[in-house]
């Protein structure tokens, strides 16, 4: 038996009933840091109906990656939850979660990624060319269909996903993704719920078009759908087809909504920036824009990784990773009980003064590896989380976000249009409030 542990439980206040502090966490972006700065470090409230424990700091992330499966298991607020599917990836714990993610990870190898830059790039190209003709807009729902369309090409091998009401039933369904699961037609958990069904049937039916292709044709795609489709087990069990929607619609979601975020913040932050734009266009000059890039080129271009880096550590698009204890366990000389939450936080890890020298300020030169003040950031630089649950579509993301950044600084030009509100909703992922409204046009 676990000995009981004789640590207090950390500082804090678990709120009202059920509803904890809930309603603030959701509504007050400096909840977190005024807690921290209240409580310190480590401190308890109570969200979603569960005591939950905010932990911050490199050494607490370290320490929250180490006990996954030990004394954590990954578990998200119950409208994550239940809107993600309980058989996705996302919501597997333990043996079930190493061997499916074992699988999935086929299907963002190396070599499929260098297969898919072509794809891709004609993808980014075609989207230049409509910002191009459009002049003026606002860019963040155009950023969606373009990653929408880029994950469904790559993930179901369907062209032009933005176009399929897939598209209006995900920003639906994100809409609801962090909220109080009552599920009514008019609450956000509601709709987002309604919304869920109707991706489903969109990805059943996408599912059944492969199924009625013969087998070596479906393999001849080889995306991510053939890849679940034909899986099987030690025992040769193929997966539940409630489970292959589940997993499908995790990957179309995670494949598309951060990618959002983070290319809405580099058009941003660069057009804030004109030093930055000059020292990438100084970069970019060695490439054409009517030249295929390949993944050397792509590795090649420094400034725009550390450009990249430091975009998605100033503005994470995921802000930290909800995990309960299986076990009591104890940290930073507090104990947590069992069946408690514990959050790991990225947004906060980034913006540490003892890990980065002034936090707020953009400047993508402190990830050059010369610079005396760069420190080691294994646990310091999380935006992709880390340990068994880290990020299983990481270089798909790193690939999407060099090419079209890259195709970008080639040949346009933007500006922020005056009048518009430019502070960042964070929930679901961060994003302008009037969604980043430019002019754009060719060089
Ligand atoms: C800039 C873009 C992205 C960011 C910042 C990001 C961030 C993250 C983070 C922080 C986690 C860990 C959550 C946790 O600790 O529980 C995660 C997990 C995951 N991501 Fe991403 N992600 C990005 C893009 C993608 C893409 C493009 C895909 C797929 C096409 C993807 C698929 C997944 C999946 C399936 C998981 C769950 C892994 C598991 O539980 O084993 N992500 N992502």
């Known amino acids: 038996m676990t000995p009981v542990s004789d640590r207090p439980l950390p500082p804090g206040e678990l709120g009202l009933p059920w509803i904890g502090e809930t309603i603030s966490f959701l509504r007050d972006r400096t909840f977190a840091k005024q807690h921290h700065e209240r409580w310190g470090p480590v401190f308890k409230t109570s969200l979603f109906g569960q005591p939950t424990v905010f932990l911050k700091g490199a050494e607490s992330n ?51 990624l260098a297969g898919y830059l072509d794809k891709m790039d004609a993808i980014a190209r ?17 950023l969606r269909d373009y990653t929408l369309d880029t994950a469904c090409k790559f993930l179901v091998n369907l062209d032009r996903g933005s176009e399929n009401s897939l598209g209006q039933w995900f920003e639906r369904w994100c809409e609801g ?3 109080i699961p009552i599920n009514l037609p008019w609450t956000a958990f509601g709709k987002a719920w309604q919304a869920r069904q109707q991706i489903l049937v969109e990805i059943d039916r996408l599912i059944t078009d492969r199924q009625q ?63 930055v734009l000059d020292r990438l266009r100084a970069e970019q000059a060695a490439f054409e824009f009517d030249r295929p890039l390949t993944m050397a080129d792509l590795d090649s271009m420094t400034y725009l990784d550390w450009t990249l880096r430091e975009v998605l550590r100033l503005i994470p698009p995921v802000g930290g990773g909800f995990r309960r204890t299986i076990a009591p366990t104890e940290y930073g000389g507090y104990q947590i009980p069992a069946g408690w939450s514990v959050l790991y936080q990225i947004n906060r890890t ?3 003064p003892s890990l980065y020298d002034q936090p707020q300020q953009f400047d993508p030169d402190r990830w050059n590896p010369d610079r005396t003040d760069s420190q080691n950031q294994l646990f310091g630089y999380i935006p992709f989380g880390g340990g068994p649950r880290e990020c299983l579509g990481k270089e798909f993301a790193r ?25 960042l909703r964070l929930v679901p992922t961060p994003r302008p409030r009037d969604g980043l409204r430019v002019r754009f046009q060719r060089r």
Not at 70 to 89: D, I, M, N, R, Y
Not at 399 to 423: F, G, K, N, T, V
Request: charged letters at 20%; proline letters at 4%.
């Open 62 to 112: 370290r320490w929250a990656f180490g006990q996954e499966n030990k004394t954590l298991v990954s578990q998200w607020p119950k409208s994550v939850e239940l809107l993600l599917g309980p058989a996705s990836l996302s919501n597997q714990v333990g043996d079930a979660h190493k061997q499916r993610r074992r699988l999935m990870a086929k299907a963002f190898g190396a070599r499929v």
């Open 126 to 142: 075609q989207y230049c060319d409509r910002w191009e003709q459009l002049g003026e807009f606002a860019w963040y729902p155009e």
């Open 177 to 179: 993704l962090f909220s």
């Open 213 to 275: 292709m013969t087998e070596a044709a479906a393999a001849e795609i080889g995306d991510a759908l053939s890849l679940l489709l034909t899986a099987q087990d030690e025992e040769g069990n193929r997966l539940p087809p409630a489970e292959l929607q589940d997993q499908i619609l995790v990957l179309l979601f995670a494949g598309h909504e951060t990618l959002t975020s983070s290319l809405t913040s580099f058009a941003l932050l660069v057009a804030q920036h004109p030093a």
């Open 350 to 352: 980034h913006e540490d």
């Open 399 to 423: 690939l999407e976000l060099r090419l079209l950044a890259a195709r970008l600084i080639q040949r346009y030009d933007w500006q922020l249009l005056p009048d518009q509100d430019l502070s």
